[in-house]
């Protein structure tokens, strides 16, 4: 999967931009604040249908204007096709197309996939739960687009118990409705978790391979499901949304208390534990981004076995953090296979690369396209 072309109108700092894209290595260099996040943020967005950085779109809309269009060619096993998406402010419409042909997000999801590797991502280790539980969600979306819809009605559900948690305290014939709700949690519940489940498995096997080689074979990393249910790992919907009742109904007296639903997929986490320790906590610094590489790399690979082809990478001003080793043995592993852009201030740090390359300079809102520095 590739995208050849990128056609830009009225985003972010971008008037107006067309550029066409190397099918190996893509590098974009410039000075902070001249606009290398906003092209990768487009890519993105023209692969999910949203921003990475903000759900508020009139953000994304030129200072002055009223409207963008994002555009690009797209290629994969399938073939060749465009995609598209136009969002007018005033009316807080936003139209996303295939071919010329509109489409719903949840339709659309899965035509173009890309994994993004940002700054933030390294939050992601020692930060709150719902980052990791992002990050896995996330990924299932890719695979299973229907996913959001499931996740979407798990936490609307999820918001009416908690409303009817606080009203119990102050209305007790209100009592007898928390039963019905229960039974639609553990049932949106348990297909989320087992969902989640089976996708930190698969990642789990193949971020532990990366990390092996990223790490020079000196340490082990290791993905764990931290549930906030007693059900066991292979535990199929039926088993954990009975588990799911059960124990809403015994923290029922705790949660009426405290007006909120203590158990659920909403509370659960992932585990990553370097040499049996939870790097949350005894990680360095270079762990963390060894750790987060090797969970973008496993992205890469469980892509690539549910569709029968890599995504497009996007790495946005991180290739400098990491050192001269690891840098060379990700370029190794991706060289030929993978199409990856490249954003940094300074592109001499990308390494030695034996595939075709492009190289753009952006400055001020303007990508000019110069001659390979690699």
Not at 94 to 105: C, Q
Not at 112 to 137: A, E, Y
Not at 173 to 195: C, F, T, Y
Not at 273 to 290: P, V
Request: proline content about 3%; aromatic content about 8%.
């Amino acid at each position: 999967m590739r995208i050849d072309s990128l056609s830009l109108k009225n985003w972010r700092n971008y008037s107006r931009l067309q550029l066409g894209f190397d099918r190996n290595l893509n590098i974009i260099a410039g000075a902070n604040g001249q606009g290398k996040t906003n092209l990768l943020e487009a890519i993105s967005y023209l692969a999910n249908g949203r921003s990475f950085r903000t759900r508020n779109e009139d953000e994304l809309v030129r200072f002055g204007e009223i409207n963008l269009s994002a555009a690009a060619t797209v290629k994969n096993r399938r073939g060749e096709y465009k995609v598209s998406i136009s969002f007018s402010a005033p009316s807080r419409s936003k139209e996303i197309s295939v071919n010329g042909v509109a489409v719903a997000r949840s339709v659309f999801l899965g035509n173009f996939n890309t994994v993004l590797f940002t700054p933030g991502d390294l939050l992601m280790v020692k930060g709150p739960p719902q980052l990791r539980r992002r990050f896995v969600d996330e990924e299932i979306i890719k695979l299973f687009p229907v996913y959001e819809q499931q996740l979407g009605m798990y936490h609307q559900v999820l918001r009416q118990r908690n409303f009817l948690l606080k009203n119990i305290r102050f209305n007790k014939d209100k009592w007898s409705e928390l039963s019905g709700w229960d039974e639609q949690l553990a049932r949106l519940g348990a297909s989320i978790m087992v969902r989640r489940r089976a996708t930190i498995h698969r990642l789990g096997l193949l971020a532990r391979l990366a990390h092996r080689r990223l790490s020079g074979g000196t340490e082990e990393l290791d993905l764990g499901y931290l549930s906030s249910l007693p059900v066991r790992e292979d535990a199929g919907e039926e088993e954990t949304g009975n588990a799911m009742l059960l124990a809403l109904r015994k923290s029922k007296e705790e949660e009426l208390r405290l007006g909120q639903t203590l158990v659920g997929p909403h509370r659960d986490d992932l585990a990553l534990r370097i040499n049996g320790k939870e790097a949350r906590i005894f990680a360095s610094q270079g762990q963390l981004r060894t750790l987060v590489l090797a969970l973008k790399l496993a992205e890469l690979e469980l892509l690539r076995a549910e569709t029968g082809e890599y995504p497009v990478l996007l790495f946005d001003d991180v290739f400098s953090e990491l050192d001269g080793r690891r840098r060379q043995m990700l370029l190794l592993a991706l060289e030929g296979k993978v199409q990856t852009f490249v954003s940094g201030t300074e592109p001499e740090k990308i390494g030695r690369y034996n595939g075709t390359c492009s190289f753009f300079t952006v400055e001020g809102g303007e990508v000019i396209p110069t001659e390979p520095a690699v």
